[in-house]
């Protein structure tokens, strides 16, 4: 087994020789994020992928984050270090199963996240992620009937917000749903002056505790221009990697999994972050296995990648 510095060499080497472009969401592990060439939410891996002119994308993510790029890149050869590393949100919506909810409803556009399968995307209208779902929204007419999914959390902020009441399919991020509601008023007891950051995909009781809703990319953004020193963090934990590294001195508290306790005689303790178990299969050995054998390739049926182009060009155009 190659050493921490081998690797890096080789994966370096390896990038060069191959024109080959490593892309990293911000809730893969630190390393990866650190020998990336780009970083990024879904969105903007999403632009990256478009815009490359690399003959081979590594995308250190989650499967449909592969297949995104795919789509947008047919003719590039897009893979990912670990086929493991799935989606909970993207599993809970089956393309047949999102088949029968929109020939039930009639009239309905249907908006899909961008945490879906290529298959899903095929069957849809507009393809939205968290930093442009709500811009998107509301660019629609105010009674165009919306079938929206697979994020019910999402949906519901949407709908909050805009007054709308879309239908929503009933799933959620294994993630951003189990954040301790108890440990978030702890720290915010703890930490009184700290700026709640939350992602759109938590529960409502955690949107209505946050200071500042928004996507990955919003809340790093935020934090980065913002004069407060202390936040208190309810996003993957991947994220604070980049807030610590684009914010020397500010103070970022991560918000725990339920059953987590973090108070003990009135004393903070040590606790657990929230981390993707899928996000965390990708390593920096599978990503040197990977780009040196070109293994673990994504494949879109081009008859599927005809039809799932279509709407994630609209939301392009839209956002």
């Not at 490593?22 to 815009?51: K, N, P, T, W």
């Not at 914010?247 to 306790?261: H, N």
């Amino acid at each position: 087994m190659l050493r921490r510095e081998e690797l890096i060499e080789e994966i370096n080497r390896l990038r060069k020789e191959k024109n080959a472009v490593i892309m990293a969401h911000y809730y893969q592990r630190a390393e990866l994020q650190d020998i990336a060439d780009f970083v990024g939410d879904s969105l903007a891996l999403a632009r990256q992928a478009a815009r490359t002119d690399a003959d081979i994308i590594v995308l250190c993510g989650v499967h449909f984050m592969g297949e995104t790029a795919k789509i947008i890149c047919p003719n590039k050869k897009v893979l990912i270090p670990d086929t493991g590393a799935g989606c909970s949100l993207a599993d809970s919506c089956r393309a047949e199963d999102l088949a029968r909810w929109k020939e039930s409803h009639p009239g309905y556009m249907v908006v899909s996240y961008v945490n879906t399968s290529a298959a899903v995307k095929a069957l849809t209208d507009i393809v939205v992620t968290s930093s442009n779902a709500l811009k998107i929204i509301n660019q629609l007419p105010a009674d165009q009937k919306i079938l929206f999914g697979p994020d019910m959390n999402l949906g519901n902020y949407i709908n909050s917000i805009t007054g709308r009441q879309m239908e929503l399919w009933n799933g959620a991020c294994h993630v951003h749903s189990r954040f301790s509601v108890e440990a978030l008023l702890q720290l915010r007891k703890k930490f009184p002056q700290a700026k709640v950051l939350a992602h759109p995909e938590c529960k409502k009781i955690v949107l209505d505790t946050a200071d500042v809703v928004g996507s990955t990319e919003a809340l790093l953004n935020y934090a980065k221009n913002s004069d407060e020193n202390e936040f208190i963090v309810a996003t993957e934990s991947g994220i604070l990697h980049k807030m610590q590294e684009a914010c020397a001195g500010k103070v970022f508290i991560p918000v725990p999994p339920e059953a987590t306790e973090i108070i003990i005689d009135g004393e903070l303790t040590p606790c657990s972050c929230n981390e993707c178990e899928y996000m965390r299969l990708n390593t920096l050995e599978k990503l040197y296995e990977c780009l040196r054998d070109e293994k673990y390739e994504i494949k879109v049926e081009s008859y599927v990648a005809r039809e799932a182009i279509k709407p994630i060009e609209r939301m392009m155009i839209m956002s």
